[in-house]
Protein backbone atom coordinates (compact mmCIF):
# COMPACT_ATOMS: atom_id res chain seq x y z
CA UNK A 1 0.00 0.00 0.00
CA UNK A 2 0.94 2.98 -0.53
CA UNK A 3 1.90 5.73 2.10
CA UNK A 4 0.91 9.24 2.96
CA UNK A 5 2.80 12.09 4.79
CA UNK A 6 0.98 14.59 6.72
CA UNK A 7 2.76 17.68 6.73
CA UNK A 8 0.22 19.70 9.44
CA UNK A 9 -0.60 21.14 12.49
CA UNK A 10 -0.21 19.96 16.03
CA UNK A 11 -2.41 22.45 18.16
CA UNK A 12 -3.27 22.11 21.74
CA UNK A 13 -7.20 22.53 21.57
CA UNK A 14 -8.86 24.46 24.62
CA UNK A 15 -12.00 23.75 24.97
CA UNK A 16 -15.23 25.61 26.53
CA UNK A 17 -18.88 24.50 26.64
CA UNK A 18 -20.93 27.49 26.09
CA UNK A 19 -24.60 27.95 25.79
CA UNK A 20 -23.80 30.36 22.90
CA UNK A 21 -20.44 31.52 21.13
CA UNK A 22 -19.39 35.07 23.17
CA UNK A 23 -20.60 37.80 21.42
CA UNK A 24 -18.57 41.43 21.26
CA UNK A 25 -18.71 42.82 24.56
CA UNK A 26 -19.73 40.21 26.31
CA UNK A 27 -18.27 38.13 29.37
CA UNK A 28 -18.98 34.04 29.44
CA UNK A 29 -19.14 32.14 32.00
CA UNK A 30 -18.64 28.39 30.06
CA UNK A 31 -20.03 25.25 31.70
CA UNK A 32 -17.03 22.95 31.14
CA UNK A 33 -13.11 23.22 30.22
CA UNK A 34 -11.05 20.57 28.68
CA UNK A 35 -7.67 20.21 27.23
CA UNK A 36 -7.00 17.99 24.43
CA UNK A 37 -5.17 17.35 21.34
CA UNK A 38 -6.24 18.67 17.64
CA UNK A 39 -4.89 20.63 14.87
CA UNK A 40 -6.30 20.00 11.75
CA UNK A 41 -3.11 17.98 10.32
CA UNK A 42 -2.87 15.89 13.65
CA UNK A 43 -6.56 15.12 13.50
CA UNK A 44 -6.19 13.72 9.95
CA UNK A 45 -3.19 11.62 11.14
CA UNK A 46 -5.03 10.37 13.19
CA UNK A 47 -7.77 9.48 11.51
CA UNK A 48 -5.40 8.00 8.52
CA UNK A 49 -3.81 5.66 11.63
CA UNK A 50 -7.04 4.64 13.07
CA UNK A 51 -8.52 3.88 9.69
CA UNK A 52 -5.38 1.40 9.56
CA UNK A 53 -3.34 3.50 7.09
CA UNK A 54 0.60 3.59 6.93
CA UNK A 55 1.17 7.47 7.90
CA UNK A 56 4.01 9.80 8.75
CA UNK A 57 3.42 13.65 10.55
CA UNK A 58 5.68 15.94 9.71
CA UNK A 59 5.06 18.95 11.66
CA UNK A 60 6.55 21.01 14.27
CA UNK A 61 5.92 21.37 18.37
CA UNK A 62 7.35 23.44 21.04
CA UNK A 63 8.80 22.16 24.23
CA UNK A 64 5.07 22.20 25.79
CA UNK A 65 4.01 20.01 22.92
CA UNK A 66 4.68 16.39 24.08
CA UNK A 67 1.16 15.09 24.46
CA UNK A 68 0.61 15.98 21.18
CA UNK A 69 3.70 13.76 19.21
CA UNK A 70 2.87 11.21 22.39
CA UNK A 71 -0.90 10.67 20.90
CA UNK A 72 0.61 10.32 17.42
CA UNK A 73 2.63 7.53 18.75
CA UNK A 74 0.42 6.02 20.37
CA UNK A 75 -2.20 5.60 17.37
CA UNK A 76 0.63 4.30 15.38
CA UNK A 77 1.74 7.40 13.44
CA UNK A 78 5.70 7.60 12.47
CA UNK A 79 6.13 10.87 14.33
CA UNK A 80 10.35 11.00 13.86
CA UNK A 81 9.30 14.27 11.48
CA UNK A 82 7.90 15.84 14.54
CA UNK A 83 10.57 18.79 15.30
CA UNK A 84 10.66 20.29 18.33
CA UNK A 85 11.77 24.23 18.44
CA UNK A 86 11.83 27.00 21.29
CA UNK A 87 8.44 28.60 19.80
CA UNK A 88 5.55 27.47 21.76
CA UNK A 89 3.16 24.52 20.64
CA UNK A 90 0.14 26.12 18.25
CA UNK A 91 -2.65 26.22 20.30
CA UNK A 92 -6.97 26.99 19.44
CA UNK A 93 -9.52 28.44 21.85
CA UNK A 94 -12.63 26.52 21.09
CA UNK A 95 -16.30 27.49 22.22
CA UNK A 96 -18.33 24.36 21.50
CA UNK A 97 -22.03 25.63 21.79
CA UNK A 98 -25.57 23.65 22.99
CA UNK A 99 -25.94 22.36 19.47
CA UNK A 100 -23.02 21.25 19.28
CA UNK A 101 -21.19 23.77 16.51
CA UNK A 102 -18.05 25.06 17.31
CA UNK A 103 -16.06 28.50 16.87
CA UNK A 104 -12.41 28.46 16.85
CA UNK A 105 -9.78 31.08 17.44
CA UNK A 106 -6.11 29.95 16.57
CA UNK A 107 -2.52 30.60 17.24
CA UNK A 108 0.15 29.04 15.02
CA UNK A 109 2.96 29.00 16.85
CA UNK A 110 5.27 26.44 16.51
CA UNK A 111 3.05 25.48 13.40
CA UNK A 112 4.47 28.45 11.64
CA UNK A 113 8.16 27.78 11.85
CA UNK A 114 8.55 24.65 9.99
CA UNK A 115 12.00 25.28 8.20
CA UNK A 116 13.02 24.53 4.75
CA UNK A 117 15.18 21.79 5.89
CA UNK A 118 12.44 20.33 7.46
CA UNK A 119 9.87 20.95 4.55
CA UNK A 120 12.37 18.80 2.18
CA UNK A 121 12.47 16.19 4.69
CA UNK A 122 8.78 15.64 4.80
CA UNK A 123 9.23 15.64 0.51
CA UNK A 124 11.95 12.82 0.64
CA UNK A 125 9.50 10.72 3.10
CA UNK A 126 6.64 11.52 0.54
CA UNK A 127 8.48 10.18 -2.31
CA UNK A 128 6.42 7.42 -3.93
CA UNK A 129 3.54 8.50 -2.09
CA UNK A 130 1.29 10.98 -1.25
CA UNK A 131 1.44 14.35 0.70
CA UNK A 132 -1.31 15.72 2.27
CA UNK A 133 -1.31 19.52 3.70
CA UNK A 134 -3.72 21.70 5.33
CA UNK A 135 -3.58 25.68 5.62
CA UNK A 136 -2.40 25.45 9.26
CA UNK A 137 1.13 25.86 8.31
CA UNK A 138 3.77 28.42 6.91
CA UNK A 139 5.70 27.96 3.22
CA UNK A 140 2.27 25.99 1.59
CA UNK A 141 2.84 27.60 -1.48
CA UNK A 142 6.64 26.84 -1.63
CA UNK A 143 5.88 23.42 -0.42
CA UNK A 144 3.13 22.89 -3.10
CA UNK A 145 5.75 23.97 -6.21
CA UNK A 146 8.58 21.66 -4.62
CA UNK A 147 6.27 18.57 -4.11
CA UNK A 148 5.11 19.18 -8.52
CA UNK A 149 8.54 19.22 -9.26
CA UNK A 150 9.49 16.24 -7.78
CA UNK A 151 6.15 14.36 -8.57
CA UNK A 152 4.75 13.89 -5.31
CA UNK A 153 0.62 14.25 -5.75
CA UNK A 154 -0.57 17.10 -3.23
CA UNK A 155 -3.58 16.43 -1.32
CA UNK A 156 -4.65 19.97 0.11
CA UNK A 157 -7.42 20.66 2.71
CA UNK A 158 -7.74 24.69 2.61
CA UNK A 159 -8.81 25.11 6.06
CA UNK A 160 -8.51 27.55 7.45
CA UNK A 161 -10.17 29.46 4.37
CA UNK A 162 -8.02 32.58 3.98
CA UNK A 163 -9.15 35.08 0.12
CA UNK A 164 -5.48 36.06 -0.05
CA UNK A 165 -4.23 32.60 0.20
CA UNK A 166 -6.79 32.09 -2.39
CA UNK A 167 -5.23 34.21 -4.41
CA UNK A 168 -1.98 33.36 -4.19
CA UNK A 169 -1.47 29.60 -3.85
CA UNK A 170 -0.58 27.54 -6.96
CA UNK A 171 -3.77 25.85 -6.30
CA UNK A 172 -3.46 24.47 -10.50
CA UNK A 173 -0.62 21.97 -8.85
CA UNK A 174 -2.69 19.86 -6.93
CA UNK A 175 -3.90 16.69 -7.29
CA UNK A 176 -6.47 16.64 -4.43
CA UNK A 177 -8.43 19.66 -3.03
CA UNK A 178 -10.88 19.27 -0.54
CA UNK A 179 -13.09 22.06 0.51
CA UNK A 180 -16.38 22.73 2.13
CA UNK A 181 -19.12 25.05 1.10
CA UNK A 182 -17.63 28.14 2.07
CA UNK A 183 -14.24 27.33 1.01
CA UNK A 184 -15.37 25.94 -2.30
CA UNK A 185 -17.13 29.09 -3.15
CA UNK A 186 -14.23 31.23 -1.73
CA UNK A 187 -11.70 29.52 -4.59
CA UNK A 188 -14.38 28.97 -7.02
CA UNK A 189 -16.05 32.40 -6.53
CA UNK A 190 -19.34 31.05 -6.96
CA UNK A 191 -21.87 29.90 -4.90
CA UNK A 192 -24.24 26.34 -5.06
CA UNK A 193 -22.44 22.85 -5.23
CA UNK A 194 -22.74 22.38 -8.60
CA UNK A 195 -21.20 25.50 -9.98
CA UNK A 196 -18.62 25.10 -7.34
CA UNK A 197 -17.32 21.42 -8.33
CA UNK A 198 -18.11 22.96 -12.08
CA UNK A 199 -15.76 25.88 -12.13
CA UNK A 200 -12.97 23.98 -10.25
CA UNK A 201 -13.04 21.41 -12.38
CA UNK A 202 -12.61 23.73 -15.28
CA UNK A 203 -10.06 26.29 -13.76
CA UNK A 204 -7.93 23.28 -12.24
CA UNK A 205 -8.50 19.91 -14.92
CA UNK A 206 -5.57 17.70 -13.10
CA UNK A 207 -7.14 17.87 -9.72
CA UNK A 208 -9.72 15.56 -8.21
CA UNK A 209 -12.15 17.83 -5.97
CA UNK A 210 -14.00 16.43 -3.16
CA UNK A 211 -16.84 19.09 -1.99
CA UNK A 212 -17.77 18.65 1.95
CA UNK A 213 -21.59 20.03 2.65
CA UNK A 214 -21.86 19.30 5.71
CA UNK A 215 -25.42 18.08 6.88
CA UNK A 216 -26.33 17.65 3.40
CA UNK A 217 -23.13 14.65 3.06
CA UNK A 218 -20.46 15.40 0.47
CA UNK A 219 -20.11 15.21 -3.45
CA UNK A 220 -17.99 15.29 -6.06
CA UNK A 221 -18.02 15.62 -10.45
CA UNK A 222 -18.44 12.04 -11.69
CA UNK A 223 -16.26 11.67 -15.20
CA UNK A 224 -19.30 12.35 -17.15
CA UNK A 225 -19.21 15.83 -15.50
CA UNK A 226 -22.38 15.36 -13.48
CA UNK A 227 -22.26 16.17 -9.48
CA UNK A 228 -22.27 12.72 -7.57
CA UNK A 229 -23.48 13.34 -3.69
CA UNK A 230 -22.79 11.48 -0.88
CA UNK A 231 -25.58 11.44 1.96
CA UNK A 232 -24.76 12.25 5.21
CA UNK A 233 -24.96 9.54 7.42
CA UNK A 234 -27.36 10.00 10.53
CA UNK A 235 -25.94 11.28 14.04
CA UNK A 236 -26.33 12.53 17.25
CA UNK A 237 -24.54 15.53 17.42
CA UNK A 238 -22.82 16.51 20.29
CA UNK A 239 -19.67 18.20 18.75
CA UNK A 240 -18.84 18.67 15.12
CA UNK A 241 -14.84 18.98 16.14
CA UNK A 242 -12.72 17.37 13.99
CA UNK A 243 -15.59 16.16 11.74
CA UNK A 244 -14.37 17.28 8.71
CA UNK A 245 -10.28 15.88 9.47
CA UNK A 246 -12.06 12.53 10.41
CA UNK A 247 -13.76 12.63 6.88
CA UNK A 248 -10.10 13.36 5.18
CA UNK A 249 -8.43 11.05 7.31
CA UNK A 250 -10.76 7.99 6.65
CA UNK A 251 -11.02 9.07 2.61
CA UNK A 252 -7.61 8.84 2.08
CA UNK A 253 -7.73 5.66 4.08
CA UNK A 254 -10.04 4.09 1.58
CA UNK A 255 -8.46 5.42 -1.25
CA UNK A 256 -4.62 3.93 -0.40
CA UNK A 257 -6.37 0.59 -0.09
CA UNK A 258 -7.78 0.92 -3.61
CA UNK A 259 -11.28 2.25 -3.29
CA UNK A 260 -13.43 4.12 -5.74
CA UNK A 261 -13.51 7.58 -4.56
CA UNK A 262 -17.43 6.99 -3.67
CA UNK A 263 -16.58 3.93 -1.80
CA UNK A 264 -13.95 6.24 0.29
CA UNK A 265 -16.23 8.77 0.67
CA UNK A 266 -19.14 6.38 1.86
CA UNK A 267 -16.50 4.89 4.33
CA UNK A 268 -15.57 8.69 5.34
CA UNK A 269 -19.23 9.77 6.07
CA UNK A 270 -19.54 6.95 8.41
CA UNK A 271 -16.43 7.62 10.14
CA UNK A 272 -17.41 11.52 10.73
CA UNK A 273 -20.40 10.36 12.14
CA UNK A 274 -19.74 9.12 14.81
CA UNK A 275 -16.96 11.73 15.54
CA UNK A 276 -19.93 14.39 15.72
CA UNK A 277 -21.67 12.34 18.58
CA UNK A 278 -18.18 12.35 20.97
CA UNK A 279 -16.70 15.58 22.16
CA UNK A 280 -13.22 16.65 21.68
CA UNK A 281 -11.15 16.49 18.43
CA UNK A 282 -8.81 13.75 18.28
CA UNK A 283 -9.74 11.89 20.60
CA UNK A 284 -13.52 11.93 19.15
CA UNK A 285 -11.92 10.25 15.84
CA UNK A 286 -13.17 6.83 15.68
CA UNK A 287 -11.06 3.41 15.26
CA UNK A 288 -12.51 1.49 12.05
CA UNK A 289 -13.63 -1.68 14.14
CA UNK A 290 -16.39 1.34 15.36
CA UNK A 291 -17.60 1.34 11.29
CA UNK A 292 -18.97 -2.08 11.37
O1 LIG B 1 -10.58 20.90 12.61
C1 LIG B 1 -10.54 21.02 14.00
C2 LIG B 1 -9.22 21.60 14.45
O2 LIG B 1 -9.11 22.92 13.96
C3 LIG B 1 -9.06 21.70 15.92
O3 LIG B 1 -8.51 20.54 16.50
C4 LIG B 1 -8.20 22.95 16.09
O4 LIG B 1 -6.96 22.73 16.65
C5 LIG B 1 -8.12 23.58 14.71
O5 LIG B 1 -6.92 23.32 14.08
Do not use: W
Request: proline fraction near 5%; include cysteine; glycine fraction near 12%.
Amino acid sequence: MKKIVCLGSLNLDHVYRVDHFVRPGETLSSAGYSVGCGGKGLNQSIALARAGAPVMHAGKIGRDGGMLRDMLEKAGVDVSLVAEGETPTGHAVIQVDAKGENAILLYGGANREISETEIDSALDAAEGGILLLQNEINSIDQVFRRAHDRGIPVAFNFAPFDPEDAARLPLELLSYLIVNEIEGAGVAGVENPEAILATLKSNYPHCRVILTLGKAGSAFLGDDGTMVTIPPFPAEVVDTTSAGDTFIGYLFAGLLEGMALKEAMELATRASAITVSRPGAAESIPFRRELA
